[in-house]
């Protein structure tokens, strides 16, 4: 059965520096999503992603944060700046159709942790 | 603006009997609803999905929901827990234009024998 892939599975970096979050979305899927979960609290919605551009975003998703799909399998969300609160589990999701009560296909997450 | 709300954090249930996990939201409109699972280390999986059709949802692995509207209420039941029921679940509601997905606090369901 097909499913979204995410790497690494776990992340530790510094303060200020930039990170790669890697997703491999269902291969016949047309938009894409990045949810995170900071520890103790709720998953929150960044972005989402169809046909090369960002369709809509958070208030979370600000210049720090990126997303690109650079190839025809890859998504991935950069962290330009990293600080300590962007301490998280990054979810990435792929469904086919972008309309509401269409199953979003989650990935297992990256936990991503600034020190 | 939607939000969702699952009323426990945490159930603890006994193999072979019933399972109730709550979740109430708000919505400004009819509203499409879904349960997700997560098992440790794994993707979150849906469970099922309320879209406007019927408002009994019956879902994978024996789990159903009701869509009460006056109550505002998606509750997810099984009646009769399993030892791999043991994970944790969330209540999630879409609205509005992109699909995105408001999810709620999460209730970790645990088993025993």
């Known amino acids: 059965e097909p499913e979204v892939t995410q790497t690494p599975s776990h992340q530790v970096t510094q303060m200020g520096q930039e990170v790669i979050l890697r997703c491999v979305p269902i291969s016949n899927h047309l938009y894409f999503y990045w949810y995170r979960q900071i520890l103790g609290q709720k998953v929150e919605f960044l972005v989402s992603?169809?046909?090369?551009?960002?369709?809509?975003k958070s208030e979370i998703f600000d210049d720090q944060f990126s997303v690109e799909r650079p190839d025809g399998s890859n998504f991935t969300l950069k962290i330009r700046s990293t600080k300590l609160e962007d301490s998280a589990m990054y979810f990435c999701a792929s469904s086919q159709q972008g309309l509401i009560g269409n199953e979003q296909f989650f990935g297992p997450g990256t936990r991503l942790t600034v020190l | 603006a939607q939000s969702v709300t699952q009323l426990d954090s945490h159930v603890s249930v006994s193999e072979g009997t019933p399972v109730l996990l709550r979740c109430n939201y708000s919505s400004s409109y009819s509203p499409s609803l879904f349960w997700y699972v997560q098992h440790p280390n794994k993707g979150l999986q849906l469970l099922l999905k309320?879209?406007?059709?019927?408002?009994l949802v019956k879902g994978i692995n024996g789990f159903e929901a009701e869509f009460k509207k006056s109550e505002t209420s998606f509750h997810l039941t099984k009646p009769s827990a399993h030892m791999s029921d043991a994970a944790e679940y969330f209540c999630?509601?879409?609205?509005?234009?992109?699909?995105?997905?408001?999810f709620g606090g999460g209730t970790r369901l645990m088993v025993k024998p």
């Open positions: 999630v509601v879409s609205e509005g234009a992109g699909n995105m997905l408001t």
């Open positions: 992603f169809y046909n090369n551009e960002i369709s809509e």
């Open positions: 309320y879209t406007s059709a019927a408002t």
